[in-house]
Nanobody, 122 residues
Framework: QVQLVESGGGLVQAGGSLRLSCAAS????????MGWFRQAPGKEREFVAGISGSGGSTSYADSVKGRFTISRGNAKNALHLQMNSLKPEDTAVYYC???????????????WGKGTLVTVSS
């Protein structure tokens, strides 16, 4: 059974930084692309960033390009999202999931963790 546990969210002022982490378990994830999604209040869940199984290929939503960096942990079952220059519009619950490819904007699984809340104050 696949489990995804996100952490690292919190309250930060605009312009600040946060580093999110995702711990995946239940299978070997090293061959899977993985990604981050977010859901703001009253909005649909949206793709944020993706990374290939090897970590050599990444993709980002235009809204976060140049500010966010996705990476994988050494064990490949860990996923991170370094978020810099945060804006109030980045406020959302952030989730991780598997992706068909690093550039896919749709999650591979219909299983989601609880997410981690990021709140950016102005």
């Amino acid at each position: 059974q696949v489990q995804l546990v996100e952490s690292g969210g919190g309250l930060v002022q605009a312009g600040g930084s946060l580093r999110l982490s995702c711990a995946a378990s239940g299978r070997t994830f090293s061959t899977y692309s993985m990604g981050w999604f977010r859901q703001a209040p009253g909005k649909e869940r949206e793709f944020v960033a993706g990374i290939s199984g090897s970590g050599g290929s990444t993709s980002y939503a235009d809204s976060v390009k140049g500010r966010f960096t996705i990476s994988r942990g050494n064990a490949k079952n860990a996923l991170h999202l370094q978020m810099n220059s945060l804006k109030p519009e980045d406020t959302a619950v952030y989730y991780c999931n598997l992706l068909p490819t690093a550039s896919s904007v749709q999650a591979l699984m219909d299983v989601w963790g609880k997410g981690t809340l990021v709140t950016v104050s102005s």
